[in-house]
């Protein structure tokens, strides 16, 4: 393989028109991709940019890895304000004050309580979903333990 890169590199540096520089098959993406797949198919294709195409193929636009980074590299505050304000209070429909955030290095740690134990599984979704969270600590409890509900005893006939 090794030899192989050198001619193109090699090749490349003999060029003089872009078409002798061109990657032939660019790495493209959707608009509608998440961002982990962008991540994923920059690290798979070892690119440092994909072109994003619409349903005809047309150029829209371009993600860099730089872009990604920002994404993720979220001040903890941004982080914290999404995750009281989006997360847990208007997507959950849960008093913000009912709950403690903390937020170090993009890691999220959760205190309070909610109504059913249920919930946690939603709550830790929805929290790693918000851009620049890297991990959660689920600290909360919950009122209802819905998830060992016995059934009522049968009728006696």
């Known amino acids: 393989m090794d030899g192989l890169r050198h001619g193109d590199e090699l090749a490349r540096s ?14 493209t993406i959707r608009p509608d991709a998440a961002l982990a797949e962008a991540a994923r198919r920059m690290l798979h294709a070892v690119v440092k940019r994909l072109l994003v195409v619409d349903a ?10 730089s872009d990604l980074l920002k994404v993720f590299l979220r001040a903890d505050e941004g982080i914290r304000a999404e995750v009281l304000d989006d997360a847990l209070g208007r997507r959950m429909a849960m008093e913000a004050s009912h709950f403690t955030v903390e937020v170090r290095d993009g890691r999220v740690t959760l205190h309070g309580q ?13 929290v790693l979903a918000v851009p620049g969270v ?11 333990d819905d998830t060992r509900l016995t059934p009522p005893p049968p009728a006696i006939p």
């Open 134 to 144: 890297t991990g959660v600590e689920n600290l909360m409890s919950w009122e209802l």
């Open 114 to 126: 909610l109504e059913r134990r249920s919930q946690m599984g939603l709550a830790e979704d929805l």
């Open 56 to 65: 005809d193929n047309r150029l829209i636009g371009i993600v860099t890895r």
């Open 14 to 27: 003999e060029a003089t028109v872009a078409a002798e520089l061109m990657t032939a098959w660019p790495s």
